[in-house]
């Protein structure tokens, strides 16, 4: 499932899991879970 998709999916208000890659990255990038959103921050 690429980004737009998953953007898509979280607009639509479908359930939607990440799995551990996802949550790697997105700590990769120095965010954490409390602190992004992807409806808030999706270039990220």
């Known amino acids: 499932m ?3 998709e998953l953007k ?3 607009d639509n208000k ?3 899991f990440l799995d ?3 949550g ?3 700590l ?3 965010y954490t ?3 992004h959103q ?3 921050e999706p270039e990220l």
Do not use: M, V
Request: aromatic share 8%; proline share 0%.
């Open 28 to 30: 990769r990038r120095g």
């Open 24 to 26: 790697t990255e997105i």
């Open 14 to 16: 479908k359930i939607t």
């Open 33 to 35: 879970w409390a602190s």
């Open 8 to 10: 898509t999916r979280i």
């Open 2 to 4: 690429g980004y737009t």
């Open 20 to 22: 551990g890659g996802i």
């Open 38 to 40: 992807l409806k808030s």
